[in-house]
């Protein structure tokens, strides 16, 4: 098992809290169909990006009390906006750039409650990764 932390690229993690008086159905449903678009139509997206990932909480409170049962804290963000790059420079051009602060930050008023999201900027080390048939498995 190699225990190593990245060094080909880093991410940004981004806890979403969506905008009151959406649900949770309204809430994915938009960032997915219409935010994402917004978002994947930047060329420096294309550029600077590796990987754009959504992460969405589970809308069947069973989960969370399963969660709660097995002594876990729940949380109530909506969801993890994942974004890896080659360096936290270029993933933080995107956001300072001209393209996104015209056509994507004042999407973000549609659905997101901006002041009380969460970012976070981390490295991975993968400990472990199962194989799926087909694919070779790498702890790299």
Known sequence: MADTIRTDR???LMLIKKKEGLTREEFSDYWR???????????IVKTNCLRYE??????????????TD??????????VLMLDGESFEKLFEIF???EFLR?????EENFVDRPNCGAYTVHSNSIFEHAVI???????
């Open 103 to 107: 056509n994507v930050a004042p999407d």
């Open 70 to 79: 097995s002594g876990l804290p729940t949380s109530d963000y909506d969801g």
């Open 96 to 98: 300072r750039s001209e």
């Open 33 to 43: 169909n219409v935010h994402a678009k917004l978002f994947m139509k930047l060329d």
């Open 134 to 140: 087909g694919h070779v498995a790498s702890t790299k």
């Open 54 to 67: 959504q992460v969405k909480g589970h809308t069947d409170s069973k989960w969370a009390t399963v969660l």
């Open 10 to 12: 880093v991410r940004l």
